[in-house]
T-cell receptor
Framework: DQQVKQNSPSLSVQEGRISILNCDYT??????FLWYKKYPAEGPTFLIS?????DKNEDGRFTVFLNKSAKHLSLHIVPSQPGDSAVYFC??????????FGAGTILRVKS | EPEVTQTPSHQVTQMGQEVILRCVPI?????FYWYRQILGQKVEFLVS????????KSEIFDDQFSVERPDGSNFTLKIRSTKLEDSAMYFC?????????FGPGTRLTVT
């Protein structure tokens, strides 16, 4: 099942700089997109979401951009902090039901 | 801030045994879910539950699996006869609308 893809397994960023995590999807029925952060031995923690009727949603240091024509979304974290180091999952849903997850991107923020 | 809780945090069982994984969702949530993550793989949907019945289930959720919410608070996942391949992290989640909030997970090890 490759409906949601995160092609970068890992990303390393210097503290204070911008982190950009990318996600692509194939199912045009997806209408809601979410980003989750996950630490080892914990459950996914909801970060930010965006509806397909929008192209941008911002919450503090986190901004999600949606490009529907390209079926692409990205999460921007600025400025990045060492505590942001975790696995980030992109997820999508169609009609508000089950989430389909990407494989995750490991973010390391170096101080 | 209310949280989803799951017990036990780790369950070790022998192949063929029954296990029950327990979750206490956030009180105002209406939709409930189980997901699992096999080591090194994606988080994958198992089942969704709304208004005391299953609303959707994946191919993984076969006759060996069942869910119930017997007392309006606990939400349980039962695996009747565990197999080695059931070893995974099992996450409970709940939502009122589109954002799903996850518990910390139960690590199930089948030997």
């Amino acid at each position: 099942d490759q409906q949601v893809k995160q092609n970068s397994p890992s990303l390393s960023v210097q503290e204070g700089r911008i982190s950009i995590l990318n996600c692509d999807y194939t199912n045009s029925m997806f209408d809601y997109f979410l980003w989750y952060k996950k630490y080892p031995a914990e459950g996914p923690t909801f970060l930010i979401s965006i509806s397909s009727i929008k192209d941008k949603n911002e919450d503090g240091r986190f901004t999600v951009f949606l490009n529907k024509s390209a079926k692409h979304l990205s999460l921007h974290i600025v400025p990045s902090q060492p505590g942001d180091s975790a696995v980030y999952f992109c997820a999508a849903s169609a009609g508000g039901n089950k989430l389909v997850f990407g494989a995750g991107t490991i973010l390391r923020v170096k101080s | 801030e209310p949280e989803v809780t799951q017990t036990p945090s780790h369950q070790v069982t022998q192949m063929g045994q029954e296990v029950i994984l327990r979750c206490v969702p956030i009180s105002n949530h209406l939709y409930f879910y189980w997901y699992r993550q096999i080591l090194g793989q994606k988080v994958e949907f198992l089942v969704s539950f709304y208004n005391n019945e299953i609303s959707e289930k994946s191919e993984i959720f076969d006759d060996q699996f069942s869910v119930e919410r017997p007392d309006g608070s606990n939400f349980t996942l039962k695996i009747r006869s565990t197999k080695l391949e059931d070893s995974a992290m099992y996450f409970c989640a709940g939502s009122t609308r589109d954002e799903q909030y996850f518990g910390p997970g139960t690590r199930l090890t089948v030997t």
